[in-house]
């Protein structure tokens, strides 16, 4: 069965430092969405792209956070500076396209630690 | 804004016993349900979903969840919980004027052997 795949699984980074995640949708899906997730909590949408273009990001803190998807498949987060409450569970999911319907597949996540 | 209620931290079973989680939500227009289960170090799962229909919905691995419109909730349930059900588990809305899919803070199942 096809999967999200991220990397790297875990990173550590001091703050003021500069950290990206990367993300590889299951093939063919058009919606990707990056999501925050901070322990004890449910994931929190940070950004979703439509295949290249940005749909949604109101919730992403632009002064550091950004994220592309310059050819509509592969998907890259940074964060730059990294702050001290950043740290959380960075997950990417992907569905087939924007319908209210569909599910959503998640990816593992990556776990970022700022110190 | 769309939101949605999972009143419980932890919830503990005893295996075999019926398992229920709780969800209530509240949107404008028309809810699109969903339950997604997380075990550790890993993404969320889907489990389920309600669109419109039967109220009454399975999903995989043995789980239910019945979707209320009246009372507002969608409580996901299994008939006989395994300890392999131990996991965190979340209950998400979208609805017709918002795509953006809201998670609940998510349960804690424990089942004991």
């Known amino acids: 069965e096809a999967e999200v795949a991220q990397s790297p699984r875990y990173k550590i980074t001091e703050k003021s430092q500069a950290v990206a995640f990367w993300c590889d949708p299951i093939?063919?899906?058009?919606?990707l969405y990056w999501y925050r997730q901070i322990l004890g909590q449910g994931p929190e949408l940070l950004v979703q792209f439509q295949d290249e273009s940005v749909v949604d990001d109101s919730q992403l803190p632009k002064d550091r956070f950004s994220a592309e998807r310059l050819k509509g498949v592969d998907s890259t987060l940074k964060i730059q500076p990294a702050e001290l409450g950043d740290s959380a569970m960075y997950l990417c999911?992907?569905?087939?396209?924007?319908?209210?319907?569909?599910?959503?597949?998640f990816g593992p996540g990556t776990r970022l630690t700022v110190t | 804004a769309q939101s949605v209620a999972q009143p419980e931290d932890q919830v503990n079973v005893a295996e075999g016993n019926p398992l229920t989680v709780k969800c209530t939500y509240s949107v404008s227009g028309n809810p699109y349900l969903f339950w997604y289960v997380q075990y550790p170090n890993r993404g969320l799962q889907f489990l389920l979903k309600y669109i419109t229909g039967d109220n009454l919905v399975k999903g995989s691995y043995g789980f239910e969840a019945e979707f209320n419109k009246s009372q507002t909730s969608f409580h996901l349930k299994k008939p006989s919980a395994l300890v392999s059900d131990s996991a965190l588990y979340f209950c998400?809305?979208?609805?017709?004027?918002?795509?953006?899919?809201?998670f609940g803070k998510g349960n804690q199942v424990v089942v004991i052997p």
């Open positions: 093939s063919g899906h058009a919606t």
């Open positions: 999911a992907t569905s087939p396209d924007r319908g209210l319907f569909n599910e959503q597949y």
């Open positions: 998400a809305v979208r609805s017709d004027g918002n795509n953006r899919l809201a």
